[in-house]
C-alpha cells in the first residue's frame, strides 16, 4: 500500500517471543490481548491518519466512527476492571497485581473522555481535523504504554494455574461478545488484520459465517461509518479512504 495505514504512527503490540508457546494459557491469554489491543490501536491510527482529510459530506459518518471506537474502548477496559482484573487477583491470591493497569486506565482517561466528548457532541460545521488530532495526542502516549504493558503483565501469570488463567480470559470474551454488535462488532472486525505476523492468527476466533453476518446484517446501520476502517469484513487489509494522498467514497 502507497498510502498511509493504521500500523502507524502508534506502534502494534508483537506477539512473535510467547505466541507459539503453548506450554501455560497465559501465552495464549496474553496472544489474544494483544491483538484485541492492536484493533484498539488500528482504530485509533486509522481515525488519527483520516481526521484532517474528512469531507463535509462524510464528516457525520466519521463522527460516527470515532464515537463506536471510543463506545469499543469503554466495554473494553470496563470488562477488564470489573471482571478479568478481580477474577486474576482472586486466582493469583495476590492483593493489588493488576492494580498498575488500572491505574493505566485512570492516566488516559481526562483525554480520552475529552475525545469522546467532541464526537459525541462535535456539529459537522464545526469539525476540525487538526482538533481531532490534538485530542487523540492528548491521550494517545499513555494509551498506547498501557496496551502494551498489560501484555507483560498477562505473561508473567504463568507461576499460577494454568487452566483458572484461560477461563478468565474466556469470562471476558463473553463480556466483550456481549457489546452491542451494530456498533462494536463491525469495528472490532474491521480493525483486525488476517495478515499480521504472518497470517498465524485467527482473530476474533469464530466460525467462518460470522463476517457474512457482520458485513449483509450488523454493519447496514450505520454502513457510512465503516468506511474508515482499515480492513474488511473477513479482516483483509486495506486502504483508508481519506490519507491527503487519495481519496474516495
Not at 484532517?52 to 463522527?63: G, M, R, T, V
Not at 493488576?98 to 467532541?118: D, S
Not at 485467527?202 to 446501520?221: A, C, D, G, W
Request: aromatic residues 12%; proline residues 6%.
Amino acid at each position: 500500500m502507497s498510502s498511509p495505514w493504521a500500523d502507524q504512527p502508534y506502534s502494534l503490540i508483537s506477539t512473535q517471543s510467547f505466541s507459539k508457546d503453548t506450554s501455560h494459557a497465559a501465552y495464549y491469554v496474553a496472544t489474544q490481548m494483544a491483538l484485541a489491543h492492536n484493533g484498539l490501536i488500528r482504530g485509533l491510527n486509522a481515525i488519527y491518519i483520516q481526521a484532517p482529510h474528512i469531507p463535509k459530506d462524510a464528516i457525520q459518518d466519521f463522527l460516527t466512527y470515532c464515537q463506536c471506537w471510543c463506545e469499543t474502548m469503554h466495554h473494553h477496559h470496563d470488562g477488564e476492571e470489573e471482571n478479568f482484573f478481580p477474577n486474576i487477583e482472586r486466582i493469583t491470591g495476590v492483593k493489588g497485581l493488576m492494580e498498575r493497569n488500572v491505574q493505566q486506565h485512570r492516566a488516559f482517561t481526562p483525554g480520552f473522555e475529552a475525545f469522546q466528548e467532541y464526537a459525541d457532541k462535535c456539529r459537522v460545521e464545526e469539525y476540525e481535523g487538526a482538533k481531532v488530532r490534538s485530542l487523540i495526542e492528548g491521550f494517545a502516549e499513555p494509551l498506547s504504554q498501557h496496551l502494551h504493558e498489560e501484555i507483560d503483565t498477562l505473561r508473567a501469570l504463568d507461576k499460577y494455574d494454568s487452566a483458572r488463567v484461560r477461563q478468565a480470559y474466556k469470562d471476558l470474551e463473553k463480556i466483550e461478545m456481549a457489546g452491542d454488535g451494530y456498533r462494536n462488532g463491525p469495528l472490532v472486525f474491521g480493525t483486525a488484520d488476517r495478515s499480521f505476523e504472518g497470517g498465524v492468527h485467527n482473530f476474533p476466533p469464530v466460525p467462518f459465517f460470522i463476517p457474512y453476518i457482520m458485513h449483509y446484517v450488523l454493519e447496514r446501520r450505520h454502513r457510512g461509518a465503516w468506511r474508515f476502517n482499515p480492513c474488511t469484513s473477513w479482516r483483509e487489509r486495506r486502504e483508508l479512504p481519506y490519507t491527503g494522498t487519495r481519496a474516495r467514497p
